[in-house]
């Protein structure tokens, strides 16, 4: 079925280790975001990419990288993990130009619990 | 920094009540959307709205845009356990970056058989 795959489904980490969330999307969209979920916080944007070469950061890109080699993928890179990570992390994707038809097409989530 | 604010941010109720839930901004929108999102998945697109004064309907639940399109509700008629789920607007903003939407913090609603 076409969407927004996300890989992992589940991660534990230690303080200090590297990891890389995959998402993957079949729509050919040009507009892929990485958010985190944490209770009473609300979806957060972390990066964002409106193309092939192209990325953003958004509210909270801090000990995240990203990087959009092609328009299918945007994996997103935890340099060194910390606790303040944990989090549930979403990737979403949408046609850029037709967001308020389409909306975001959300994965199902990657939950991070770093220790 | 522009807000979307949304009440009650929980809300327990018995099936077959209504309810009401409520996103507010300051800012006004070009096109506002509502999401739901069930435990350990992502949130999924209910609705969009456009025009102020605008009403949807999808099934139990009715949309509202405000006319001045700051802000919009969503009520839900005779409640289901299935209706259960956090509840997410979301408004877009013309101009730069009308691709990016803001996220309120959600509703979080259960249905109590």
């Known amino acids: 079925n076409a969407g927004v795959t996300q890989t992992p489904k589940f991660q534990v980490l230690k303080t200090g280790q590297s990891m890389t969330l995959q998402c993957a999307q079949d729509?050919?969209?040009?507009?892929m975001s990485w958010y985190r979920q944490d209770p009473g916080m609300g979806l957060r944007l972390i990066h964002y990419s409106v193309g092939a070469g192209i990325t953003d950061q958004g509210e909270v890109p801090n000990g995240y990288n990203v990087s959009r080699s092609t328009t299918e993928d945007f994996p997103l890179r935890l340099l060194s993990a910390a606790p303040s990570q944990t989090s549930v992390y979403f990737c979403a994707s949408s046609p850029k130009l037709r967001v308020s038809v389409y909306g975001y097409t959300f994965g199902s989530g990657t939950r991070l619990t770093v220790v | 920094t522009q807000l979307l604010e949304q009440s009650p941010q929980f809300l327990s109720i018995q099936e077959g009540e209504n309810l009401t839930v409520y996103c507010n901004s300051s800012s006004v929108f070009s096109s506002l959307q509502w999401y739901r999102q069930e435990p350990g998945e992502g949130p999924v697109l209910l609705v969009t709205?456009?025009?102020?004064?605008e009403v949807k309907k999808l099934k139990r639940l009715t949309f509202q845009f405000g006319d001045a399109r700051k802000d919009s509700s969503l009520h839900i008629t005779a409640a289901q356990p299935g209706d259960t789920g956090l509840y997410l607007c979301?408004?877009?903003?013309?101009?730069?970056?009308?691709?990016?939407?803001?996220f309120g913090k959600g509703t979080k609603l259960s249905v109590i058989p």
């Open positions: 729509m050919n969209h040009e507009y």
């Open positions: 979301a408004g877009l903003y013309s101009g730069a970056g009308s691709y990016q939407l803001t």
């Open positions: 709205v456009v025009t102020g004064g």
